[in-house]
C-alpha cells in the first residue's frame, strides 16, 4: 500500500499526464487481468482528474469493459485474477483491509444496459439509501435529489409509484444513473451507457454527464468517438489490452502522439 | 413505497427458460398451460404425451378398480377395522394415516425448507465457485440414494440411537412441548415418527435445494451485478433483489417437496413402527397412507372389501399428489429441474 | 490532497474508511457466509455416516462368491437379485428409451407450444406420482386384469412407466437445445425435420439423451414400490420372463429386519444396499459427467 488516505498519488506506471498529479482522484497502476492464462489487460496505467469527464475508447475486445470494472471491484466477480493497484484517494482499492461494499459506494458504476430492478421508480433510487437504514426522510430527501440530479425529476415525479419497467429506454438509464448517485459516490463509472439508447435518449444521458462533472468524478467507456469527444475532458486509447495513449480530449483526436491512435480515430480499423 | 424490497412484477416471471437455445418464437411467451383453449389445441398431438397417457391410464385403472362402497364420511373417520370374517361390521376409516402422513410430511417438509434454504443460499450467493459446484453436484448425487437403503440405514442403525439416546433426550429437554412428552415405552424400540420425519427430511432436501439454487440462479447477473454495483452486500442483494425476485418458487418448492415426502413408501415404512392408532406423540409409532397401502396389501390379495379400501387410500394419495404437484409446477412449470433424479 | 485541490462541493467523507453502519453490515454478511453452509454439515453428516456404515458392513463380507452364487440355507450370494435388477431394469430402460425418446424428440421438434406444454406438464405430474401408486397400476393393469401373477415381465414395464418421464423430459430438453442456427442451416439446405431430427440434432444431442438413459436406470435400480405386487418376489432366479423374480431393492425389503439366527441374510441384505448404492451412484456420476461435457460442447457452437 502506497500513501494513505490523502496521500500523493502513487508514483508507479502513471506517468506524463495531462494534468496536475494533485488533480488526481482515481487511478490504476500496472493494472493487469487474466481470465486463467489469457491476459485481458497488460500493466494499464492511468489516472482520472477530479471533476472531470474522462473517456476510455478503443475497439471491442480492447478491455475497456474489463478495465472500468476493475476500478470498483466488479471485475473479481467474474473470477478473473486481477493484479496491479488501483488507487482512490491516495489508497489501493485492493488492499486486503480495504472492503469491496466500501469501494463501490464510493465509486458508483452504470451498465451498458438499463438494470432497473422490477420494482416502482421510487425502490429503484432508494435501494442504496435503505441498506444505511436511513430515515424515511432522509429517503425522500436522496431519491428526490438523485432524480433531480439525472434530470429525471420533472418527467417522473407524478409516478413514483409506477414500476420502473414502464419507463423508455433512456428514462430506464437515467434511473439507473440516479440510482448510483444516490449512494453519494465520489467517482461515476459509465460502461458504454447510452449503447442500447436512440439518439435523443443518448442527448440526454450526455447532457447529463455535462452537468454531473460539476459534482462528481466520471469515467465513461465508449466506443463511439464522437462521444467522447463531445463529453470527455480526457480520453484514454486502449488497444489489446494495452494503453496506447491518453490525452486531453481535443489533443488526442486532433494530434495524437501514437500511429495507433491515428489509425483508429480515422476509422483504418476498429 | 412501504419497507424497501423489489417486487418482481408479472412480466419478470421468474426463471429465463433453460433451454436459452430454442429459437426465440417458440417459447417466448409461454402459453397458460392450464387454459382451456390450451388444452383443447393441444389435443391433437399424441406421440409427445405419451407419458402423460400413462398418466391417464393409472387414473383410469385406479377409478376402475375402486368400488366407492362402503365408503362416505366414514371413510375419514377413525376406525380401521377390516375383518375378513365379517365384512358387515368391518370398518374402513383412515384418519389415522391422513394424521401420520401429515405429521411426517409436514414436520419434515418444515426441516428440510429450513435446510435447503441455508443450503441454496449457501450454493448460490456464499461459497467460491469451485466448492458451489462440488458441493451441487454433491447435493444432486443424494437425490439418487435408493429410499430402500435409507430404510435399512434407519432401522438398524437409527433406531437403536434414537430409541437409547435422541429420544430420552429430546423428551427430557423439550417435554413440556406438546408431542414430546412421550413415555419411555414409547421410544423403546427407536421406530416411529421422529425417525420417520428425519429420514424424510433427509429424502427430500436434494429435492428443495435443487429448486430453490436453480430458481435463485435463474435470475438475470445483472440484477445481481447492479446491487453490489450499489454497495449492498452479498446478502442485501439476496434479501433485496434475488429473493423477491425467485420469490414465487419457495411455496412451490414446498408443494413439490411436501408431494414428494407424502408419497414416500418403502423408507417411511421400514421406520415408523407400523401403529394403527392416534399417535400420542412425536415418538409414537405411526402409519401413513402411504405404508398403509404397502403395509396390508398381503392380506388384501384374498380379501376385496380390503382391496377395494386400500385401492381408494391409492386414489387419495394420487389425488394429493396430483394437485400439489399441478400448484407447485405453476411455478416451475414445463422448465422442471430435469437434472439427476431430482425433477419435478 | 496534495496542496492546491479544490474542495469536493459534497461535504461528507469520501474515503475508503468505512463508518460503523458499514462495518456492521459487512459483519453481519460475513457471519452469515459462515453459518449458513453449516447446513451442509447437518445434511451431509447423516449421508457419511450411512455410507460408511453400508461400506463397513458390506465390504470385509463382499467376495466374487456373493455376486455368483444364490443365497441357500445359512449361506450363499446375492446372484439372483443381481441377475434380476439387471433384466428388470434392462427391459425397463429399453421401453422407457424407446418411448420417451421418442415422445421427447417429437416434443421437442413437432408439437406445438401447446401440445408440448401439456406433454411436459403431465409427464412432470407422472414424475410426482408416488412409487407405491404406480405400483397398484402395475398390478391392477398387468397382474390383476390380465389373470397373471407375478411376472418380471408386469415388473419391467411398470418400472419403465415410472423411469419415463425422466427420459422423455432429458431428450425434450437435449433436443430443444440444439443450437437454432444449426437447424437453421439443416432445414435451409433443404432436409425435412425428420432427417434433421436423425443426421443433426440427434448426434448432437446424443450425450444428453444418453445421460437421460442413466438417469433412468439409476432411479429404476433402486425403485422398490412399483416392484412389490408386480414382480413378486423370489429368492431364485426367475425362471423366465412369465414369473416372479428376485432383485436386489426386494432383497433388502424382504431381509432387513430377519431375527438373528438368519442373520445371514441380514448381512447379504447389507451387500444388496450397498451394491445398490455403488451401481446408482456410479450411474448417477456418469449422467453429472456427460450433462457437464455436454455443455462445455454446446459452449462451443456460441462462442
Redesign the interface.
Known amino acids: 500500500m502506497s500513501g494513505g488516505p490523502g496521500g500523493p498519488p502513487p508514483a508507479g506506471g502513471v506517468g506524463d499526464l495531462p494534468f496536475p498529479s494533485g488533480e488526481v482522484l482515481l487511478s490504476s497502476s500496472r493494472l493487469t487481468v487474466r481470465s486463467g492464462t489469457r491476459e485481458i489487460l497488460s500493466e494499464v496505467s492511468l489516472a482520472f482528474p477530479r471533476q472531470k469527464v474522462s473517456a476510455i475508447i478503443g475497439p471491442s475486445g480492447c478491455g475497456k469493459t474489463t478495465y472500468v470494472r476493475c476500478l470498483n471491484r466488479m471485475a473479481e466477480l467474474a473470477g478473473l485474477t486481477i493484479t496491479g493497484e488501483v488507487h482512490y484517494r491516495g489508497r489501493n482499492i485492493y488492499d486486503p483491509g480495504v472492503n469491496p461494499v466500501q469501494v463501490r459506494r464510493r465509486i458508483g458504476m452504470v451498465f451498458q444496459r438499463p438494470t432497473v430492478f422490477p420494482s416502482s421508480i421510487y425502490e429503484n433510487v432508494a435501494f442504496g439509501l435503505r441498506l444505511e437504514r436511513q430515515s424515511r426522510l432522509e429517503v425522500d430527501r436522496g431519491v428526490v435529489r438523485s432524480l433531480k440530479r439525472a434530470g429525471l425529476w420533472e418527467e417522473v415525479r407524478e409516478d413514483l409509484d409506477r414500476p420502473a419497467l414502464a419507463l423508455s429506454g433512456g428514462q430506464q438509464q437515467r434511473l439507473c444513473i440516479a440510482r448510483a448517485l444516490a449512494v453519494e459516490p465520489g467517482v461515476l463509472l459509465m460502461d458504454e451507457p447510452t449503447s442500447s439508447l436512440d439518439p435523443i435518449a443518448t442527448q440526454k444521458v450526455e447532457d447529463m454527464i455535462y452537468e454531473l462533472k460539476k459534482e462528481y468524478t466520471v469515467v465513461i467507456v465508449t466506443h463511439n468517438m464522437q462521444q467522447a469527444a463531445r463529453v470527455a475532458d480526457y480520453t484514454a486509447f486502449l488497444y489489446q489490452g494495452r494503453l496506447v495513449e491518453f490525452e486531453e480530449t481535443r489533443q488526442l483526436f486532433e494530434s495524437p502522439q501514437e500511429k495507433l491512435t491515428e489509425n483508429y480515430i480515422t476509422g483504418r480499423f476498429g | 413505497?412501504s419497507d424497501?424490497?423489489?417486487?418482481?412484477?408479472a412480466?419478470?416471471d421468474g426463471p429465463r427458460s433453460?433451454?436459452?437455445?430454442?429459437?426465440a418464437t417458440?417459447?417466448r411467451i409461454?402459453?397458460n398451460?392450464f387454459s382451456r383453449?390450451?388444452?383443447l389445441?393441444?389435443l391433437?398431438?399424441p406421440?409427445?404425451?405419451?407419458?402423460?397417457i400413462?398418466?391417464?391410464?393409472?387414473v383410469g385403472?385406479?377409478l376402475?378398480?375402486s368400488h366407492f362402497q362402503n365408503f362416505g364420511l366414514g371413510f375419514f373417520g377413525p376406525a380401521w377395522n377390516p375383518n375378513p370374517t365379517d365384512p358387515s361390521v368391518a370398518t374402513y376409516g383412515i384418519l389415522y394415516f391422513v394424521i401420520g402422513s401429515a405429521v411426517t410430511a409436514g414436520f419434515a417438509l418444515v426441516l428440510a425448507m429450513?435446510?435447503?434454504l441455508?443450503?441454496a443460499?449457501?450454493l448460490v450467493?456464499?461459497?467460491p465457485?469451485p466448492a458451489s459446484r462440488v458441493?451441487t453436484?454433491?447435493?444432486?448425487?443424494?437425490a439418487?440414494?435408493?429410499?430402500?437403503?435409507?430404510?435399512?440405514?434407519g432401522?438398524?442403525?437409527l433406531a437403536p440411537y434414537f430409541s437409547k439416546q435422541l429420544d430420552p433426550a429430546l423428551s427430557h429437554a423439550l417435554g413440556w412441548l406438546p408431542g414430546f412428552g412421550g413415555s419411555p415405552t414409547e421410544y423403546a424400540g427407536g421406530t416411529g415418527l421422529i425417525l420417520a420425519i428425519f429420514i424424510l427430511t433427509?429424502m427430500v432436501?436434494p429435492l428443495t435445494t435443487a429448486l430453490l439454487r436453480e430458481s435463485l440462479r435463474a435470475i438475470?447477473r445483472?440484477?445481481v451485478?447492479?446491487?453490489?454495483?450499489?454497495?449492498?452486500?452479498?446478502?442485501?442483494v439476496l434479501r433485496?433483489?434475488q429473493i423477491?425476485?425467485a420469490r414465487r418458487s419457495i411455496p412451490s418448492a414446498v408443494l413439490?417437496g411436501f408431494?414428494?415426502a407424502?408419497?414416500?413408501?418403502?423408507a417411511v415404512f421400514?421406520v415408523i413402527g407400523n401403529e394403527v392408532k392416534l399417535p400420542t406423540s412425536l415418538f409414537s409409532g405411526s402409519s401413513t397412507m402411504?405404508t398403509l397401502?404397502?403395509g396390508q396389501?398381503d392380506s388384501a390379495f384374498e380379501y376385496p372389501d380390503l382391496l377395494h379400501a386400500?385401492?381408494e387410500v391409492?386414489l387419495l394419495?394420487?389425488a394429493i399428489?396430483?394437485v400439489?404437484?399441478?400448484v407447485g409446477?405453476r411455478y416451475f412449470?414445463?422448465r422442471?429441474i430435469?437434472?439427476?433424479?431430482v425433477?419435478? | 490532497m496534495s496542496g492546491g485541490s479544490v474542495p469536493l462541493p459534497v461535504d461528507i467523507e469520501l474515503g475508503l474508511q468505512p463508518d460503523a453502519r458499514v462495518r456492521r453490515r459487512v459483519a453481519f454478511d460475513r457471519w452469515l457466509g459462515r453459518l449458513l453452509p453449516l447446513a451442509f454439515v447437518a445434511v451431509l453428516f447423516p449421508i457419511i455416516d450411512l455410507l460408511y456404515w453400508i461400506g463397513s458392513e458390506a465390504l470385509p463380507t463382499l467376495s466374487w462368491t456373493t455376486l455368483t452364487t444364490d443365497p441357500v440355507g445359512f449361506g450363499g450370494g446375492l446372484y439372483a437379485p443381481l441377475t434380476g435388477t439387471v433384466y428388470l431394469v434392462g427391459i425397463a430402460t429399453a421401453i422407457a428409451g424407446t418411448l420417451g425418446i421418442l415422445a421427447g424428440a417429437y416434443t421437442a421438434e413437432f408439437a406445438s407450444p401447446r401440445a408440448a406444454l401439456i406433454g411436459r406438464l403431465l409427464s412432470n405430474l407422472l414424475t410426482g406420482t408416488p412409487a407405491i401408486v404406480v405400483g397398484y397400476f402395475g398390478y391392477f393393469a398387468l397382474v390383476l386384469y390380465t389373470h397373471s401373477t407375478f411376472t418380471l415381465w408386469a415388473g419391467a414395464i411398470t418400472l419403465s412407466i415410472f423411469m419415463l418421464p425422466y427420459v422423455y423430459r432429458v431428450t425434450d430438453a437435449a433436443f430443444g437445445s440444439v443450437p437454432p442456427s444449426q437447424r437453421e442451416a439443416a432445414l435451409g439446405a433443404g432436409s425435412t425435420r425428420g432427417q434433421y431430427l436423425r443426421r443433426v440434432a440427434l448426434p448432437i444431442a446424443f450425450p444428453q439423451v444418453l445421460s437421460g438413459l442413466f438417469l433412468a436406470m439409476a432411479i429404476g435400480a433402486g425403485e422398490t414400490a412399483p416392484l412389490l405386487f408386480t414382480a413378486g418376489w423370489s429368492i431364485t432366479p426367475a425362471q423366465g420372463l412369465s414369473s416372479p423374480t428376485s432383485y436386489l431393492s426386494g432383497f433388502i425389503w424382504n431381509y432387513f429386519d430377519q431375527p438373528s439366527n438368519l442373520g445371514h441374510l441380514v448381512v447379504l441384505s447389507f451387500q444388496a444396499a450397498f451394491l445398490l448404492i455403488v451401481g446408482v451412484l456410479i450411474l448417477n456420476v456418469a449422467v453429472q459427467l456427460v450433462s457437464e461435457r455436454y455443455r462445455r460442447r454446446l459452449r462451443g457452437f456460441f462462442v
Open positions: 413505497m424497501g424490497g423489489i417486487r418482481p412484477g412480466a419478470q433453460r433451454r436459452g437455445a430454442v429459437p417458440r417459447d409461454p402459453p398451460p383453449r390450451t388444452l389445441r393441444g391433437s398431438s406421440v409427445g404425451w405419451i407419458p402423460g400413462f398418466l391417464v391410464a393409472i385403472v385406479l376402475l378398480s429450513l435446510l435447503s441455508a443450503i443460499i449457501s450467493v456464499f461459497l465457485s458441493l453436484s454433491l447435493t444432486d448425487l443424494l439418487g440414494i435408493p429410499s430402500v437403503v435409507y430404510g435399512i440405514w432401522y438398524v442403525i433427509i432436501v438475470p445483472e440484477q451485478e447492479s446491487g453490489l454495483a450499489l454497495g449492498a452486500t452479498r446478502w442485501e433485496r433483489v423477491p425476485w413439490l408431494g414428494r407424502v408419497g414416500e413408501t418403502v421400514m402411504a397401502m404397502v396389501f386400500l385401492v391409492a394419495l394420487l399428489s396430483l400439489v404437484n399441478l409446477l412449470g414445463s422442471g430435469v437434472r439427476v433424479g425433477g419435478p
